[in-house]
């Protein structure tokens, strides 16, 4: 029965339809962090945009890691329930909280957080470069791993979180790969 089917159809559309099948089944919708935490669409393009920036800036990029994922995310949607916008929260409290209660491991040497309220991922990126504080932390050379967390709502339309950290192994690393990105001139 398939025999009589793909001969009544043209080679060709068969051939578009097979290929869109597959790229359906193997194309994730979310990219993938390295501990399995799925990127929604706004925050792989946020993550692209950080990192083409620290690109142009000839700075290692920055990866995702999933407990400041899960952080950003968490107080993306506690500013939107509790109707606030601020890096001190009446629930949470400081940055320094927040990370404590993430459980993030000891060792870090330095985070740094970012805030933005827009209706895309376009107009939050430009707000943020356009500020200076929030510019000095996308383009911190000692930042390596970030935490991005985009949630729907608000006055904003989007509440953007960006949660950023430093470990020495990571700073290191980050050295070598610097060192060597500077020999390719």
């Not at 009544?8 to 399995?36: E, N, R, S």
């Not at 990029?61 to 500013?79: G, T, V, W």
């Not at 390596?144 to 953007?160: A, L």
């Not at 979180?161 to 060597?180: G, H, K, L, N």
């Amino acid at each position: 029965m398939i025999s009589k089917l793909s001969s009544k159809i043209h080679p060709a559309a068969l051939a578009l339809a097979v290929v869109t099948i597959l790229f359906i089944l193997i194309l994730p919708v979310h990219a993938t962090a390295q501990d399995g935490i799925s990127l929604s669409a706004d925050e792989q393009y946020m993550l692209k945009l950080l990192n083409k920036e620290r690109s142009i800036n000839r700075l290692p990029s920055l990866e995702i890691d999933p407990k400041l994922e899960l952080m950003a995310r968490q107080y993306s949607q506690e500013m939107i329930t509790y109707s606030f916008f601020s890096h001190t929260s009446p629930v949470s409290g400081e940055l320094l909280n927040r990370i404590t209660k993430a459980s993030i491991p000891d060792g870090w040497t330095l985070a740094g957080e970012n805030l933005a309220g827009a209706p895309t991922v376009e107009a939050a990126f430009q707000g943020l470069m356009e500020s200076p504080s929030h510019k000095a932390n996308i383009l911190e050379p000692k930042y390596t791993r970030v935490g991005i967390g985009v949630i729907d709502g608000g006055p904003y339309g989007k509440i953007f979180t960006q949660e950023f950290i430093a470990y020495p192994e990571d700073m290191v690393r980050s050295c070598r790969q610097f060192r060597s990105f500077g020999d390719l001139r």
